[in-house]
């Protein structure tokens, strides 16, 4: 006779039994997941039983449901049609599995303003299902999802923790390219300090984002462009973001030119940094370092620097507010110092190149130039006073 070494099981105790052990059987990964969905489950069959089913037989429609139709329900989640979501919110509670936490937080990602999807992750938050988050980390988020402008608040999580951006991305498990991901990094930057750009961040890691947003988010590049020129000092700007912006922007006195969405402040901080780069390019070229150290003197008094060039050498415009400059490139030429009107009247139609100078004499005219500063001894003492002068409005006198 065989002896039974277990007790037999009731039906009720057997399906209790039995759903105890598939809660606790380990979720297989997602992509594996998906490959069975995509093979067994009928995503618009389902869609049509819930609208058949009244709401007070949806507890158990719930219930007769294969755990591939529910992992479909959960999968494809935004696909539901709103009058469908209410019934189909209340199957997949009913049918909950840890891995739908998971599921909901990577669809929030590329749907982070659609509240049904943000409750699926506050849910998998509250029972501490959402991987990488502990139960402060839960609690935090829940908080921020639940303000009603998750993404803003996400931002400003990131911004408080000064770390690089993508770092934080990896820890909240966040894909970069996702709308999500690119909200965040617009907010990253509109929030950014001097720290975020000399510090936390990376030059590849600054050009892919500043790339990113004069792209596709031209507005949003201005507003973070304002904030960089308005945050970092000016003794610090860095080369390869200015020259971003530059390029992305346009100069100053072209009238096609984008930088005039600049604030006035920023605008002006703007020209001055692209004047000194542009006059220290001409005297580096040129091999005149004496030149350029006399005149770095007076940039913070620059208004604008224009270059051409005329036959085989470069001529430089310096403009102030009351006189304008002309060096040449060339060795043995005088540079020409002339009131501010004879530059607009008679010199700026060749600087801005709407007209061609065929040569250097139409640059030079002593009889209506305030001085002429010749290169030789110890002309920077000589001419320092004279120059400070004129600029002090002398050349109006």
Known sequence: MMTWMFPLLKPKKLAEVTEQILHEVPDAPLDL????????ADFE??????????PEGVIELAQNLTVAEVDTLSFRFCEVPRDLRRNTIAIIQERWKPRYAEIAWRQFQYHFRDQDVARFVVMGLEKTEVPGFGDNEAAHMIRLISSGEPAEQIAGLLASREQPFRTSLDKLRITENSPLGVELLKNYLLKASSKTYLELEDQEFIQYALGLMNAEYQPDYLKAVN?????????NYQEYVML????????????FSRVHGLDPENLERFRRWLNFRIMSEFFEAAGYSDRFQFWKQFADDLHKVRCITVKDYNVAFLVFRDIAVVEFA?????????????????LEHYATEKETVTNKSQLKDPYNSLTRIIHHGNWQSRWYYTIAWLLKGGARR
């Open 33 to 40: 997941i998906t490959e069975r969905i995509e093979n067994t």
């Open 45 to 54: 069959f389902l869609l049509e039983m819930i609208r058949k089913t009244p």
């Open 244 to 255: 971003h912006i530059y390029r992305s922007l346009g100069h100053p006195d072209d009238s």
């Open 227 to 235: 904030r960089y020129l308005s945050t970092v000092p000016q003794s």
């Open 330 to 346: 060339q060795v043995g030429n005088a540079a020409y110092v002339y009131p501010r009107d004879y530059y607009e009247s008679q």
